[in-house]
């Protein structure tokens, strides 16, 4: 009802929903905050679809494809919430010492941005994504490159986005 009601009997036709961060939970979401009925979040996902599709309203996932946000609220590559990160530092765009830049730097976020270049990142997103769209009934898929718009060390982005091209084939 939180998620969904609200868009019942309007105009809106298609729910954009954005699952996460690449993480199954996202965000790391610990068991007592999903709702006392449900026991995982994938639980959560299928009732938003489905109620969504009882009204006749289409739902796509949506992914960010380098979400940021965790550079707010974390020092170290644990307290992102991403066990991926945590695993493969080599896979991000800067070393954590960047985090110590001035706030009002972009370059500062990017200890936590993956980087594209790397097979490895490209081959988890897809993973991702594949699990998800096979696992519910999503009427669409949305790659959200816009919200945090770096893939690849300042300076390399030319040479590399032949790359994305590429992932974006595979996923289609």
Not at 17 to 31: A, E, F, Q, R
Not at 51 to 66: K, P, T, Y
């Amino acid at each position: 009802d939180v998620r969904t009601r609200l868009t019942f009997d309007t105009q809106v036709d298609t729910y954009v929903w954005h699952i996460g961060n690449g993480c199954d939970p996202p965000y790391d979401i610990p068991k007592k905050m999903l709702w006392p009925c449900f026991s995982s979040y994938e639980q959560v996902r299928d009732v938003v679809i489905k109620a969504c599709h009882e009204q006749g309203i289409e739902v796509w996932a949506s992914l960010r494809m380098n979400d940021l946000h965790s550079s707010f609220r974390s020092r170290t590559l644990e307290e992102t919430d991403d066990p991926f990160k945590v695993e493969h530092p080599d896979y991000l765009i800067s070393p954590p010492s960047v985090r110590d830049l001035p706030t009002e730097l972009t370059e500062q976020r990017l200890w936590v941005a993956f980087n594209y270049a790397h097979p490895g990142v490209r081959q988890h997103r897809l993973d991702f994504i594949e699990k998800t769209a096979t696992e519910h009934d999503f009427d669409g898929y949305e790659l959200d490159f816009n919200r945090m718009g770096i893939s690849f060390p300042l300076g390399e982005e030319q040479q590399n986005a032949h790359l994305l091209t590429d992932l974006i084939r595979q996923i289609r």
